[in-house]
T-cell receptor, first 115, second 111 residues
Framework: DADVTQTPRNRITKTGKRIMLECSQTKGHDRMYWYRQDPGLGLRLIYYSFDVKDINKGEISDGYSVSRQAQAKFSLSLESAIPNQTALYFC??????????????FGPGTRLTVT | QKEVEQNSGPLSVPEGAIASLNCTYSDRGSQSFFWYRQYSGKSPELIMSIYSNGDKEDGRFTAQLNKASQYVSLLIRDSQPSDSATYLCATRTSGNEKLTFGTGTRLTIIP
């Protein structure tokens, strides 16, 4: 089984709808992240969480919210979807301590289309 | 100026040759450096991380870091068609949780 899973894998929704993307991990990592990827813009950080009680905004958090329900679960919500939120969304995890330089491991991604 | 710059490619390399991918970064506080491979429509897969000047080898892959020149590279020896993908360079600054990604170099290995 995959260490980091995301649901749904594909979603088409209409402008103004609320949508939630979910991420679960079995790696036992404390840190979890949400990124979006757009052609020509690369990966950009939306939100990240060190643990259940510690959530932080990334560089493009406007229009998004998150919830860390447990160490293993981190959800991303679009309260009112708009077409320019059409993108590929990735969840990632990393350890918080140790000798590895905070290597991040990505889930399979969710392709979101807002019409 | 972008914080992390990569040549977008495409870079075409014959099978069996060495592929050389380059990345420059602007933040001198960058401490950790990462190379990810991403197949079209798939998620980034970590290949290597490096945080000390010099070379780090892992199988057919070698990462090279030169902090003075703000330059990190990835060499792929004995290139295989399965190495055809987009390669993302990422940096992390000490005390900053954020990874800053380049936009990637598309590599094509020609059989």
């Amino acid at each position: 089984d995959a260490d980091v899973t995301q649901t749904p894998r594909n979603r088409i929704t209409k402008t103004g709808k609320r949508i939630m993307l979910e991420c679960s991990q079995t790696k036992g990592h404390d840190r979890m992240y949400w990124y979006r990827q757009d052609p020509g813009l690369g990966l950009r950080l939306i939100y990240y969480s060190f643990d259940v009680k510690d959530i932080n905004k990334g560089e493009i958090s406007d229009g998004y919210s998150v919830s860390r329900q447990a160490q293993a679960k981190f959800s991303l919500s679009l309260e009112s979807a708009i077409p320019n939120q059409t993108a590929l969304y990735f969840c990632a995890t990393s350890e918080g301590t140790g000798v590895v330089p905070y290597e991040q491991y990505f889930g399979p991604g969710t392709r979101l289309t807002v019409t | 100026q972008k914080e992390v710059e990569q040549n977008s490619g495409p870079l075409s390399v014959p099978e069996g040759a060495i592929a050389s991918l380059n990345c420059t970064y602007s933040d001198r506080g960058s401490q950790s450096f990462f190379w990810y491979r991403q197949y079209s429509g798939k998620s980034p897969e970590l290949i290597m991380s490096i945080y000390s000047n010099g070379d780090k080898e892992d199988g057919r892959f070698t990462a090279q870091l030169n902090k003075a020149s703000q330059y990190v590279s990835l060499l792929i020896r004995d290139s295989q068609p399965s190495d055809s993908a987009t390669y993302l360079c990422a940096t992390r600054t000490s005390g900053n949780e954020k990874l800053t990604f380049g936009t990637g170099t598309r590599l094509t290995i020609i059989p």
